[in-house]
């Protein structure tokens, strides 16, 4: 399977991030509007009663006022232009008032507007929440200490949408994320009304990653209150718990940092060039990346006949032409080919023998790669 041009993605994610800046944009002026929203209506109300009063009971010069033309004088008045002075003794009241009530409707509505456009900490949060809530399909991560900050950076690089949640503001993960327009909202995720602000009825997975498993647990029990059989998954440090969790609460996955760290931490200290590690069926594999010695053994070699006799898994293929995440069985290795295999330790050591300058597979396979 080739991976799909790293140019194409980046251009792809950077016009999804354009559309979902201008829906966030729209949003958010709905947000400024809806501060200063009491006193555009009582400004609104004050227009239209004085309007209808202006045409029934105004009469400049004699002549009756059609109702557009009641609206825009009253409208007029209300901002200090004013108008032939009325006749009428109550009607003068209000062409003393109206300017008075509507500059003062106008300003207060300002004032609402600009107190919230220039309170940089609630204009942040305002727009991290309107740029979230235009996310679909994407993964709530909850707690941006290192983990949790290596977790979205996993997630961004495979093209996954991400909506982070910290509680500590000025964060400097959360910072980081901000600079690379990750929406993070602060707040305690043990809240509904945080998660919902997340995206948490439109999301697909909640990752909880706070190094506290109680909070955690917190966390996932919120959202699945909130939303009923949300994906979720843990980090907790206590492995008794994370069976019981799975087991007990249906929480797909609950991760034992520890657990899993330790297989990593082991093979490590055998191999130095291990990446990873895991259990599989009980079998400690590791992960290791080398790159295809001139005249070694592996040099003109068949990924599939490699792979039978040595009893590993060839996962990844780079050189200067391209690269593959799963190489064909009829591909055959150059020197300079950089590969990342899968397997026991025993056979990595023995492919990393087999892979020195001058080493040679014996007969058989040789023959065999030949064919």
């Known amino acids: 399977?080739?991976?799909?041009?790293?140019?194409?993605?980046?251009?792809?994610?950077?016009?999804?991030?354009?559309r979902r800046i201008a829906r966030a944009a729209l949003r958010d002026g709905r947000l400024v509007?809806?501060?200063?929203?009491?006193?555009?209506?009582?400004?609104?109300?004050?227009?239209?009663?004085?309007?209808?009063?202006?045409?029934r009971y105004y009469q400049p010069e004699g002549q009756q006022l059609s109702l557009a033309n009641g609206l825009y004088l009253a409208f007029a008045q209300m901002l200090f232009q004013p108008q032939p002075f009325p006749q009428t003794g109550w009607l003068q009241i209000f062409f003393f008032l109206a300017p008075a009530i509507g500059l003062t409707l106008?300003?207060?509505?300002?004032?609402?507007?600009?107190?919230?456009?220039?309170?940089?900490?609630?204009?942040?949060?305002?727009?991290?929440?309107?740029?979230?809530?235009?996310?679909?399909?994407?993964?709530i991560v909850c707690g941006l200490g290192k983990v949790g900050y290596r977790v979205v950076g996993q997630l961004l690089a495979t093209g996954q949408d991400v909506v982070a949640i910290e509680t500590t503001h000025g964060s400097e993960f959360a910072e980081l994320l901000r600079s690379q327009d990750v929406p993070v909202i602060s707040g305690d995720a043990r809240r509904l009304e945080v998660l919902e602000a997340a995206g948490l009825q439109q999301c697909c997975?909640?990752?909880?990653?706070?190094?506290?498993?109680?909070?955690?647990?917190?966390?996932?029990?919120?959202?699945?209150?909130?939303r009923p059989g949300i994906r979720l998954v843990l980090r907790v440090f206590n492995e008794a718990l994370s069976q019981k969790l799975q087991s007990a609460f249906n929480i797909k996955a609950a991760f034992s940092t520890s657990?899993?760290?330790?297989?990593?931490?082991?093979?490590?200290?055998?191999?130095?060039?291990?990446?990873?590690?895991?259990?599989?069926?009980?079998?400690?594999?590791t992960t290791q990346e080398l790159t295809v010695a001139a005249r070694g053994a592996l040099d003109g070699r068949l990924v599939?006949?490699?792979?039978?006799?040595?009893?590993?898994?060839?996962?990844?293929?780079?050189?200067?032409?391209?690269?593959?995440?799963?190489?064909?069985?009829?591909?055959?290795?150059?020197?300079?080919?950089v590969i990342v295999i899968i397997g026991t330790l025993a056979s990595l050591a023995q492919i990393?023998?087999?892979?020195?300058?001058?080493?040679?597979?014996?007969?058989?396979?040789?023959?065999r790669d030949q064919s």
């Not at 190094?211 to 917190?218: E, F, G, K, R």
């Not at 996962?315 to 069985?329: A, I, M, Q, S």
């Not at 990393?352 to 023959?367: F, I, Y």
């Open 205 to 226: 997975s909640v990752v909880c990653v706070i190094n506290d498993d109680l909070v955690n647990l917190d966390i996932a029990l919120t959202a699945r209150q909130g």
């Open 106 to 139: 106008v300003a207060r509505g300002a004032l609402s507007a600009g107190l919230f456009i220039f309170d940089k900490r609630n204009r942040r949060e305002a727009w991290q929440m309107a740029l979230a809530s235009t996310y679909r399909d994407h993964v």
């Open 1 to 18: 399977m080739k991976s799909s041009s790293p140019g194409s993605t980046s251009r792809s994610r950077t016009r999804a991030q354009r």
């Open 352 to 367: 990393v023998q087999l892979n020195q300058p001058g080493a040679r597979p014996h007969l058989p396979e040789a023959m």
């Open 33 to 55: 509007l809806r501060e200063s929203g009491i006193w555009i209506t009582l400004f609104a109300v004050l227009w239209f009663g004085l309007g209808l009063l202006f045409w």
């Open 259 to 285: 657990a899993l760290a330790a297989p990593t931490f082991a093979a490590a200290a055998t191999n130095r060039d291990v990446t990873n590690a895991l259990y599989v069926g009980g079998k400690l594999l």
């Open 304 to 337: 599939g006949t490699i792979e039978q006799e040595h009893d590993i898994s060839v996962l990844y293929f780079r050189n200067d032409r391209g690269e593959d995440l799963r190489p064909r069985n009829d591909h055959r290795l150059a020197g300079g080919d």
